[in-house]
């Protein structure tokens, strides 16, 4: 059944449009650095694109993790189930049958490849227009120091797992409030607004207790692949977040939905 | 019965396989039914073929899919959307989605049909193609549940009938059975008076219009009369007779007043 989910989102005009406004995206940074003479601040990595067209992958990811990559996962992963209900297809889907545990199994996975694409595709656009741009070659770390190419890409693969370990929780969340309602529009936006609420939170120090148990926290810990030696604190602790935010509102997900009347 | 609304109490089977406790992969026995389900609902994006094809990969073993899958040109032929295959959902008409919706049930040649309003939205002559349809499967096996509020269509094309009233089923049995035939006959003829006069004087001939007035007669027979007796007589005496119908309660009547009674109960 995930092929039969692939093929759909293939065959939809909106997949595209999102794939182009990601591609914009993706070589924004690039476009912009070969303009500007008096490159100052900018996004995470925007200044180390000039000494290695690999970090603009990194700039990519960079722009797209605070509010598009949740936006995105938040849509895809709010009408997975509540958009089947919406048309109507869910009943007949369940019919067919397609068992319920399954059903939501599958959905999720599919919403998990849809994202970990479409990071696939903002990095590798990312890539090329910063190679083109300004070559590749060695890499020169956070810390001071400098690391081979063929190590440095070992490093962005491990970003991009690290950021798509950290969307899941998000998708999770979309997942479980689409067995909550017909709505897909309604589950994403309540999606969205807890993503946004963590990290409004997580930059509040009024509740600094809180922080390190606020899903978002250390989302952005992938930067610390990209300093000698890695200090692998921060990604542990985020990578134990994901699981547990996964994990409970997945398990919800399944029970909710296990014992749900679908009348729609 | 087919796994969407938990039961409050008592246990679901199909074919004698239970349809519930399977929350994880979904009850096989329901491979074997297939269903319309208030309405017909698909992926509007998609092609009236690619929504067959697609809620056929959705589950199933390989073989099953296989089969499936080859039966779709079948089926649309059957419904009569072959040339209309490849559009869009999103641009057919509510008859079209319709016989989507049947294709879709047909698709696994299925032991077991369950159709809720299955000519819905269709021109006449549809409607007929799909009771023809429904009576060949029939015949051929296939067992067919349809819930229908068209009552004509109910006593055209069914084998029993039962009448659901608050939850309950208030009636079951074969169309003809509840429609009592009564022994009230409805007459139309030329000559109101000579007509009444005949009748009149017959034996076993209950008469309750005295001549005047206009419309049908309507006598009610016991032996020795019959439709037969009295038509030769009122011909005989040289009136013409252009109709002589049994009268039965309709079937809208019948309904209603199982409904009404239920309704009564509570």
Partial sequence: MFWVEVGKTTRRIRTWVFAAGLAMLAVLPVVVLIRDHNPGGGPPFYQMIRHNGLFAALTAVALLQPFFLPLGAALLSGEAIAGEASLGTLRYLLARPVGRRRLIAVKYGVVMAELATSLVWVMALGLLAGAIAFGLGPLPTLSGTSIGTGAGVLRVLGAALYVEAGIASVAAIGIFFSTLTDSGPGATVGTVALAIASQVLDGLSTFRAIHPYLPTHHWLAWADLFRSPVPWDALARGLVLDVVYAGIFLGAALVMFGRKDVAS | ?266
């Fill in chain 2, 1 to 266: 019965m087919l796994g969407l609304v938990f039961p409050t109490a008592g246990e679901v089977a199909i074919l004698d396989e239970p349809v519930f406790g399977f929350e994880g992969r979904g009850s096989p026995v329901l491979h074997r039914v297939g269903a319309l389900i208030e309405e017909p609902a698909f992926w509007p994006y998609l092609s009236g073929r690619r929504n067959l094809e697609y809620l056929t990969r959705a589950a199933g073993s390989k073989e099953e899919r296989a089969e499936r899958l080859s039966r779709i040109d079948e089926v649309l032929a059957t419904v009569g959307l072959q040339d209309a295959a490849e559009k869009r959902v999103k641009a057919y008409s509510q008859g079209m989605r319709q016989r989507l919706g049947i294709a879709q049930a047909l698709l696994g040649r299925p032991d077991l049909l369950v159709l809720d309003e299955p000519t819905n939205g269709l021109d006449p002559q549809g409607m007929r193609e799909i009771r023809l349809l429904l009576r060949r499967l029939a015949d051929e096996g296939t067992t067919i549940f349809v819930s229908s509020h068209l009552l004509f269509e109910v006593e055209a094309m069914c084998d029993r009938v039962g009448v659901l009233a608050q939850g309950r089923l208030v009636a079951e049995g074969p169309p003809s059975s509840l429609r009592a035939a009564t022994d009230t006959f409805r007459i139309d003829v030329d000559d109101r008076q000579g007509a009444v006069g005949v009748l009149s004087g017959m034996a076993g001939v209950t008469l309750s219009d005295d001549g005047s007035g206009s419309g049908s007669l309507r006598v009610q027979l016991v032996a020795p009369a019959s439709a037969a007796s009295i038509n030769r007589a009122l011909v005989s005496a040289g009136v013409a007779v252009s109709a002589l119908v049994p009268e039965r309660e309709s079937l809208e009547e019948v309904f209603l007043s199982l409904v009404e009674g239920a309704d009564a109960l509570r």
